[in-house]
């Protein structure tokens, strides 16, 4: 089964920045949409970014101007950049491939916002 491995969460300041990394096999990542959603204590999982096999990107509203999504296609790897992080984007944070029947989900990585 497709394996996926979230990378760069942790604990940081309001206003700083962090980076997510997550790698997926070569077979789903190569043609398939990657994306990025995050999970809050009590709330719903929501969309934060998505990028297409070619490079279209799109992103939730709370998130549009501070973050970014991209992929390296040569290394089956998919980044999330989070800038001007607020306490709000607090949240589990997923990776996950949209093959042509499934998504396939990592475990997760969790990301800390401080005041």
């Known amino acids: 089964q497709v394996q996926l491995v979230e990378s760069g969460g942790g604990l940081v300041e309001a206003g700083g920045s962090l980076r997510l990394s997550c790698v997926a096999s070569?077979?789903?990542?190569?043609?398939?949409?990657m994306a990025w959603y995050r999970q809050a204590p009590g709330k719903q999982r929501e969309l934060v970014a998505a990028i297409t096999s070619g490079g279209s990107t799109n992103y939730g509203d709370s998130v549009k101007g501070r973050f970014t999504i991209s992929r390296d296609n040569a290394k089956n790897t998919v980044y999330l950049q989070m800038n001007s992080l607020k306490t709000e984007d607090t949240a589990v944070y997923y990776c996950a491939v949209k093959s042509s029947t499934k998504y396939f989900w990592g475990q997760g990585t969790k990301v800390t916002v401080s005041s």
């Open positions: 070569r077979t789903i990542f190569s043609g398939n949409a």
